[in-house]
């Protein structure tokens, strides 16, 4: 028999309920609630450039060929001045005050009309200047990419339909799995469906224990959650400077996620907070005492001694980053033995380890190392290199990593240059804009995050999954390009091998 709202003794704002009255006051509460409920989302806004990019094309008219065009024109169009001052071109790259003898090639889309209507003295040619921008694994490509993102915080379309390869090196080799079937989360980004982006850091026990009274006993959750999952690594190189500090800085606070810096430049600009991951080296485990608001601490290399002093020394978790040379994985299983809760991979800035190996491979492979024994959810894996792209984020995801490390994708977020090659992050170099505006830097690098979270949604939508924790290791949302067209050519003469 159930029992009245009176009978249980509950109260509303207006004396004890009675049943008749339980209805709307549980409607009233429920209205309160959700009118405190904000749905996390990165406000974007467009912003203007302070070291735009070299533009994509070349236009060359040769000027003789042009005049006796027009001269051509006007004696077969006399009298006709709006045939003869048409400009072939809808994007006004012809519209300046002299026309044609003095192009705005900025404008230039490459539609090739100019070049089709008059083959003879017109040449749309790619610009060298945006094509060195980068290196051999960062490319003109990723850079414009990153900057269009940056500048309006949108997911970039181009209405052109999809005009590169199928495959391709690294993580143009994986496909990502789209349903074709419209799932319930399909427009998460439009929001009307929830698809979280958040993800918790730290360590989860595999099972939980109880005493004889009912009591949890053992080992509980250690963790904190972000909003995103990415971080802001180290700055590689040169590029640490103070405003490009600053700027990781704000903009980690604002988008709720975290940022690891070297832990001199922390004390040395006051910077220790929740949302800052200090990074120490071996031999000063012991300074982390110095960081009592970090939640994270970052150990830079394996050392049981500086772990264990690291611990004593601070009540944060105690991180450990790893590159993937050779014996990584021995280190990796030390370090979660003492009991590290978060291991941060780090490969190369190409993204290959110092054997060559990809680093989706080696992301599945420390992923895969930790299932076999029985205890993934025991530490958070972080992983950075090569991340330069809005789908490397879930494709890292993918290949088992609970959270990627953001480095370059920084750099050209603020419209900087790099110098030579970016393989190594130790020898990167680069330059910022002079006089970076604090708040301008910090827009365009929440822009990007915002577009990149948005791009994710996109996927994950389209796969039905509705957060992003669900896709960790889901390989079977993967299709590798080498296995397809292995599948597909495999026995065909003169096939001799697909991939990348």
Not at 35 to 40: A, I, L, V
Not at 279 to 307: K, M
Not at 324 to 330: K, N, P, S
Not at 364 to 374: C, D, P, T, V, Y
Request: glycine share 12%; aromatic share 8%; with cysteine.
């Amino acid at each position: 028999m159930f029992e009245s709202a009176a009978q249980v003794g509950l109260e509303s704002q207006d004396g004890p309920l009675t049943l008749d009255r339980f209805g709307a006051e549980s409607a009233r509460i429920g209205r309160e609630v959700a009118d405190r409920y904000h749905r996390y989302r990165i406000e974007t806004e467009e912003v203007d450039d302070a070291q735009p990019l070299p533009h994509r094309f070349l236009v060359k008219v040769g000027k003789v060929g042009l005049a006796k065009f027009i001269a051509k024109e006007m004696l077969m169009y006399f009298g006709q001045f709006d045939v003869i001052l048409s400009r072939p071109c809808t994007y006004g790259v012809f519209s300046g005050p002299v026309g044609g003898f003095a192009p705005r090639p900025k404008l230039c889309v490459g539609c090739l009309r100019c070049c089709v209507q008059h083959p003879d003295f017109v040449k749309v040619l790619p610009n060298p200047d945006l094509l060195a921008l980068g290196d051999s694994y960062t490319t003109h490509g990723h850079i414009t990419a990153i900057d269009e993102e940056a500048r309006k915080g949108m997911v970039p379309v181009r209405g052109q339909g999809y005009r590169g390869r199928f495959g391709g090196p690294g993580f143009d080799g994986m496909l990502t799995d789209m349903s074709e079937i419209v799932r319930p989360s399909r427009d998460g980004i439009h929001g009307r469906e929830l698809i979280g982006t958040s993800v918790d850091v730290g360590s989860k026990p595999m099972h939980l224990s109880f005493d004889s009274s009912g009591n949890l006993s053992g080992s509980t959750p250690e963790m904190f959650t972000i909003q995103v999952p990415f971080v802001f690594d180290l700055p590689p190189g040169n590029l640490g400077s103070t405003g490009l500090v600053k700027v990781v800085d704000t903009t980690s606070r604002r988008i709720d996620t975290l940022a690891c810096l070297d832990a001199h430049t922390v004390v040395r600009l006051r910077m220790d907070a929740p949302h800052i991951v200090p990074v120490l080296d071996t031999a000063e485990a012991a300074h982390a005492s110095e960081f009592p608001a970090a939640r994270l601490v970052e150990l830079d290399g394996w050392d049981a001694d500086a772990f264990e002093a690291a611990n004593e020394a601070t009540d944060a978790m105690v991180g450990v980053r790893l590159h993937f040379e050779e014996g990584w994985q021995e280190r990796l299983n030390a370090a979660v033995d003492a009991g590290a809760k978060v291991i941060h991979l780090l490969a190369d800035l190409h993204a290959r380890g110092t054997d060559g190996t990809f680093v989706s491979e080696l992301f599945k492979e420390a992923h895969m190392m930790l299932i076999e024994q029985g205890r993934r959810d025991t530490v958070t894996l972080f992983g950075g290199g090569g991340i330069v792209g809005a789908d490397h984020v879930p494709k890292a995801i993918i290949s088992g990593l609970d959270a990627v490390a953001l480095d370059l994708a920084v750099l050209f977020a603020l419209q900087g240059r790099s110098h030579g090659s970016l393989e190594k992050r130790d020898r990167v170099s680069g330059t910022l804009p002079r006089m970076l505006d604090h708040g301008w830097a910090e827009q365009r690098l929440a822009n990007l995050c915002g577009s990149w979270r948005d791009q994710l949604l996109e996927i994950l939508g389209a796969m039905g999954i509705r957060e992003v924790r669900r896709l960790r290791g889901e390989f079977g949302r993967s299709m590798i390009v080498k296995h397809l067209e292995d599948e597909a050519f495999e026995g065909i003469a003169g096939y001799t091998g697909g991939g990348a």
